[in-house]
DNA sequence: CTGGTTGGTGTGGTCTTAGGACCTTTGGTC
DNA sequence: GACCAAAGGTCCTAAGACCACACCAACCAG
């Protein structure tokens, strides 16, 4: 119905072609790229990135084009850069940028929901292809992923424990698109149960994904996409707390 | 955390830090973009695109930009350029990129199933919003793409009376995100139905859309998954038959 | 046959990217 | 203390992407 112009113009010309198309910089891509990777913990504060010229081969840019996106980086708190024998790029404690968040998704009300709207409709299908085609070396994974989050101590390694989760369902479900979707949403989440003020509930969150792996293996889709769909409902209510919760609950870790 | 630097392997230092990093020249982003849009069938064969001058303008990009896009569409076979005062970029019959979609689906087997994958995990869960949060004005859009079904005749009808009925849902559930990669996935498809040889099966979607849409206006969620699960489970029967299926059954539409 | 619309082409300038050479800082070793 | 190696910091050159603008060439309607 808004397809065409007018009735009376003869031309099938198309009234408007859409939004804008904008292509980014590769420092930019670069950057994000880096920031999604610190969000989802893939390097946890205090580490240490490859050296410049080593990770500018890795990701396959020009060293310069690395530089830009490291700056950026610098400038919103994600990292540090020291120079000298043991110099290189070193993740901070990240307070400025979960702070930074943080304010956001308070200001931008809702767009924290649909982010875990999204992210219920990926993982919810990935547990039921997870169910129907997982092969039995693929679940050895996901199982030491659950197996972590019972010994694990400290923030960090809860945080990589329950990514590795994630990632290995995603991967027994054998739909690359799946895991590209999942990665990137929670990239945009900033994983921040081990970021902000706020006791990551270990015993929960185990509970949980033993659910769904048991369901998984068990081959029940069903039962594999409600405990998802419940997991990640109680996630929503732990970052409902965390961004609108008591601030003065506050207890950062002392390391 | 922070100390963590040295811990037998005296760096803290990453081995690999993932895949290669890309950015997409401007053009690319056009052509993708156009390509795209034919795919769903916001433009159809014999449409002509608004001239250089303006859709650049509307794209936000420079005319060589645009027209190196379209260089690119004109060598897959997506548009046809004519000079003069009734010149402009036509779009074709489509017949070289669909065959071009067939082939490809055809050589990397799965390819297909983990687009459909994506759109059930997608729309199935977009089914499930929408008959939580619909309000009584968007169903309106709906409900008139069920009914344009009704009348339709000629594929780019058809055509166009699904999708917009698939981005009207969509919109219904009120989740930026999924509504942008619905379209982005919808994209990948061809929208095939009406540009290779198969008569398409109106009364059939037209019953699934009317299911869904019946289930999301009654609040119905699990049922409105469930109608989209089974529609989109059709749809992949579909192009089973048109990928895989007999080729001496073509039938080009004259038009 | 002429004017306006449309694609086709060329020029000049700015920004981005790549790749490499060289400098500075720093911590550790001899 | 002198020196070395490893890291970031800086600078240069060349190639390509992108843009604005002006002008040319084809075509069709009036």
Do not use: C, K
Not at 47 to 61: F, H, I, T, Y
Not at 98 to 126: H, K, P
């Amino acid at each position: 119905m808004l397809q065409r112009i007018t009735e009376g113009d003869a031309r099938g010309t198309l009234a408007i072609m859409a939004r804008q198309v904008t292509s980014t910089t590769l420092a930019q891509a670069v950057a994000d790229h880096l920031r999604m990777r610190i969000h989802r913990g893939d390097v946890s504060p205090g580490e240490r990135l490859p050296a410049e010229r080593e990770l500018a081969e890795q990701l396959g840019v020009a060293r310069i084009s690395l530089r830009e996106a490291i700056r950026q980086l610098r400038e919103d708190g994600y990292v540090e850069v020291r120079r000298g024998a043991s110099g290189g790029t070193y993740v901070t404690e990240l307070r400025r940028p979960a702070e930074a968040w943080r304010a956001r998704m308070r200001e931008q009300v809702g767009e924290m929901d649909d982010i875990l709207d999204f992210r219920i409709a990926l993982e919810t299908e990935t547990a039921v292809l997870a169910a129907r085609r997982h092969s039995e070396s693929s679940l050895v994974p996901v199982r030491e992923a659950v197996d972590a989050l019972r010994d694990v101590i400290g923030r960090t390694a809860f945080r990589q424990a329950d990514s590795r989760f994630h990632v290995a369902l995603a991967r027994a479900a054998r739909n690359e698109r799946l895991e590209e979707a999942i990665e990137a949403a929670r990239g945009e989440l900033f994983s921040p149960r081990d970021l902000l003020p706020f006791r990551e509930p270990v015993e929960e969150t185990l509970r949980d994904h033993r659910a769904v792996y048991d369901a998984v293996r068990a081959g029940d889709a069903d039962g594999a996409a409600e405990a998802m769909r419940a997991h990640l409902e109680r996630s929503r209510q732990q970052l409902r707390i965390i961004v609108f919760g008591a601030e003065d609950d506050a207890e950062w870790p002392a390391s």
